[in-house]
């Protein structure tokens, strides 16, 4: 699946976000156990179909981290810096 071009909206000049949020709340906790590896493949997965922003709410624990691999692996892998 890929997203159409209307998907996206231009927040400010340097800002383009997505218009569906992938949120992590999934991490927060009293989810069950977070695989890492398996969780950042599908971050992976979901970028490339176009959706290209993550909501990162304080309160959902380690999700901030999730979000740090996420772009260090899509750096390493394709030079991307999203």
């Known amino acids: 699946m890929t997203l159409t071009a209307s998907s996206h909206f231009q927040l400010s000049p340097d800002l383009r ?12 906790g009293g989810h069950g156990r977070i695989n890492p590896r398996q969780a950042i493949a599908s971050m992976l997965t979901y970028f490339d179909a176009g959706f290209t922003t993550w909501d990162l709410a304080d309160h959902y624990g380690p999700a901030e981290d999730f979000i740090g691999e996420f772009r260090r ?3 390493n892998l394709r030079g991307d810096a999203p």
């Open 17 to 28: 976000i997505c218009r569906v949020l992938n949120g992590m709340w999934q991490v927060s």
């Open 73 to 75: 692996q899509l750096a």
